[in-house]
Structures are given as structure tokens and as C-alpha cells.
């Protein structure tokens, strides 16, 4: 599914991605390999990154969300590894342990700014 917005509420465990648009909303688990909760093996993080990278194909924008460091370490191995994935997020907040339901809340919301840019070119 090609959609224009998704939400990613990621710890070092799992991976909510939750990818809509105007009409449509898909939402995705991924689980990690790695049974260490903040020292997991280097790959099975690069695989669980792999994994996440796959599930946002399709995407324009990406907002991380998460309780910990997990979300920034996604972030930075991006930067280095999937270039085109970093471009895309433009934002990571804090959050705790929301449903699939509350994350696409929260993501329409921040979104709504984005959404307004598009329809009125005179904001690009």
C-alpha cells in the first residue's frame, strides 16, 4: 500500500508502524530477534531496522515515536545505512505505550500541518 503518511512507535523489542493517508490506514508489527532488551546482537537490530525500512516503503513522511533510545539509534542507523529512509522522517517525539488506534491519532494531528502545506502552494 503507497500511502503519504506513517507513525513508527518503536522500543528495542518491537516496531508499530502505522502508515495512512486520507482514506486508508495500515498497521504493521515487527518484532526483533534479539530476546536482550537494550543490548540486542548488531544484527539482529540491522534486521529489525531492515524489517522497519520495508514496512515505510511507500511513505513521504515519518514521525518516530517510542519511550526510550530506541527510536534515535533507528534514526541514526538510517543516516548511515538507508539515506533515503532518513529523509523521510522528520521528527521524533516521546511517547509511552499508545494503541495502533492512538498512534494514528497522534500522527493525524501533527500531520494536519504538512496536509495544509500541500493543498496551498503558496506554503511550499
Given at each position: 500500500?503507497?500511502?503519504?503518511?506513517?507513525?513508527?512507535?518503536?522500543?528495542?523489542?518491537?516496531?508499530?508502524?502505522?502508515?495512512?493517508?486520507?482514506?486508508?490506514?495500515e498497521?504493521q508489527?515487527?518484532?526483533?530477534?534479539?530476546?536482550?532488551?537494550?543490548?540486542?546482537?548488531?544484527?539482529?537490530?540491522?534486521?529489525?531496522?531492515?524489517?522497519?525500512?520495508?514496512?515505510?516503503?511507500?511513505?513521504?513522511?515519518?514521525?518516530?515515536?517510542?519511550?526510550g533510545?530506541?527510536?534515535?539509534?533507528?534514526?541514526?542507523?538510517?543516516?548511515?545505512?538507508?539515506?533515503?529512509?532518513?529523509?523521510?522522517?522528520?521528527?521524533?517525539?516521546?511517547?509511552?505505550?499508545p494503541?495502533?488506534?492512538?498512534?494514528?491519532?497522534?500522527?493525524?494531528?501533527?500531520?494536519?500541518?504538512?496536509?495544509?502545506?500541500?493543498?496551498?502552494?503558496?506554503?511550499?
Open positions: 500500500m503507497s500511502t503519504f503518511h506513517a507513525i513508527v512507535w518503536m522500543d528495542h523489542q518491537e516496531a508499530h508502524v502505522v502508515m495512512f493517508d486520507r482514506e486508508h490506514v498497521a508489527r515487527i518484532h526483533s530477534r534479539s530476546h536482550h532488551k537494550h543490548q540486542g546482537k548488531a544484527v539482529d537490530a540491522v534486521a529489525f531496522y531492515q524489517s522497519i525500512v520495508t514496512a515505510l516503503k511507500g511513505t513521504h513522511e515519518v514521525l518516530l515515536t517510542g519511550p533510545l530506541a527510536r534515535h539509534d533507528f534514526r541514526t542507523w538510517c543516516t548511515a545505512h538507508e539515506p533515503v529512509t532518513s529523509a523521510r522522517i522528520v521528527d521524533s517525539i516521546t511517547t509511552d505505550h494503541s495502533d488506534a492512538q498512534l494514528a491519532a497522534l500522527a493525524r494531528q501533527y500531520f494536519k500541518k504538512f496536509d495544509a502545506m500541500e493543498s496551498d502552494p503558496s506554503q511550499v
